[in-house]
Nanobody, 117 residues
């Protein structure tokens, strides 16, 4: 049974930082591309960042230079360090695991990030 469990969301002021973590189980973690998506109220879910099994990372234009994605293939975790947060970053953030061969994806339950003064 695949499980992706996110943690680290919360309320932060503009300009602040948060660190999201996702613990994966039930998959061969090192074979998967791991990513973070987000969905704001009334908007479609969008890719924030992902990191491949060979540790190649990519970022949405809106977060590049502010967010950093990393993975630990021993602990089976993926982390999103978010700095210089803006109100526009407010959303539910979802952890995603994608198997590159088939494209099949698994999702976490989501964690709320609210950026507000």
């Amino acid at each position: 049974q695949v499980q992706l469990v996110e943690s680290g969301g919360g309320l932060v002021q503009p300009g602040g930082s948060l660190r999201l973590s996702c613990a994966a189980s039930g998959i061969s973690f090192s074979d998967y591309t791991m990513g973070w998506y987000r969905q704001a109220p009334g908007k479609q879910r969008e890719l924030v960042a992902h990191i491949t099994s060979s540790r190649v990372s990519m970022y949405a234009d809106s977060v590049r230079g502010r967010f950093t994605i990393s993975r630990d293939n021993i602990k089976n975790t993926v982390t999103l360090q978010m700095n210089s947060l803006e109100p526009e970053d407010t959303a539910v953030y979802y952890c995603n695991a994608r198997f590159p061969v088939t494209g099949f994806m698994n999702w976490g339950q989501g964690t709320q990030v609210t950026v507000s003064s």
